[in-house]
């Protein structure tokens, strides 16, 4: 009725991030319940993707790249080229995140992402902040950001959640001019992209150490037109000839 336009599904999982009792971190993994969640997902999108005059598409969510089987991943895949949608997949979120793909697979998560063949126009990762040479991982810069943009692989930027998690994209300015599609997200609480730009374009200054870092500019152009162009939709994100006429008034 108030003619939002969204991109939805249910997330899944195979597994879920929990603490033992002597404080260790661990994942308590029910395979089955990710196959059925990837079913439903699958159904919804079949259902619903069109609906309301096209206001309604579909997506498939699989929740954090640790808590999903690569069984998984590769039929979430699979899915996503058979029904032409696109796939969000939290990665390059957290430190432990980066712990377990090493662990278990030998490999940083960006490179599984990347020799699953998931990377690419449809993949949307919000965080992206842990690649190569950010100083928490000890791990040398490998090219992660060039992978990121040759592939056309965006990344959701959600200052407000990292900021809560005392971590931060490093930095803004240099993914950007990199070339890698910068869409701005919120992820938690509160939803306000407006806070968002304000919270990312400070945090870029004070990591930079450049007042000019982090331009309004740019980060408007992240909260709309990233977004659009990372989900391959020209007629959106722009008041232009020929684009949906999708406007908000905000009142300060």
Avoid at 131 to 152: K, R, V
Wanted: charged share 25%; proline share 5%.
């Amino acid at each position: 009725a108030l003619g939002l336009r969204m991109y939805l599904g249910p997330s899944y999982r195979s597994g879920i991030n929990v603490v033992r009792a002597d404080g260790s971190r661990t994942v308590a993994w029910e395979p089955t319940l990710g196959e059925q969640g990837l079913a439903d997902a699958i159904r919804f999108v079949r259902d619903f993707d069109g609906a309301y005059n096209g206001l309604i598409r579909g997506a498939l969510l699989p929740c954090r790249i640790e808590t999903v089987t690569l069984d998984l991943l590769r039929r979430t895949k699979s899915a996503a080229d058979e029904l032409d949608c696109p796939i969000r997949l939290h990665a390059l979120q957290g430190l432990v995140e980066l712990r377990f793909i090493r662990e278990w697979h030998d490999k940083t998560p960006l490179t599984l992402l990347s020799e699953l063949g998931l990377l690419g126009p449809k993949m949307l990762i919000p965080h992206g902040i842990y690649i190569g040479g950010h100083p928490d991982t000890g791990i040398p810069y490998n090219g992660e950001l060039e992978l990121l943009a040759q592939s056309a692989t965006s990344i959701i930027h959600c200052p407000l959640t990292s900021i809560r998690y005392a971590n931060a994209l490093e930095h803004f300015d240099r993914y950007r001019r990199a070339g890698v599609n910068i869409a701005l997200g919120t992820d938690s609480f509160p939803p306000d992209l407006i806070r968002g730009m304000d919270y990312g374009s400070n945090i870029a200054k004070l990591l930079t150490g450049d007042k000019s870092a982090g331009r309004a500019a740019d980060y408007f152009r992240a909260a709309t037109l990233g977004g659009a162009q990372a989900l391959g939709r020209k007629d959106l994100g722009r008041l232009a000839a020929g684009a949906k006429a999708d406007i908000i008034v905000v009142d300060f």
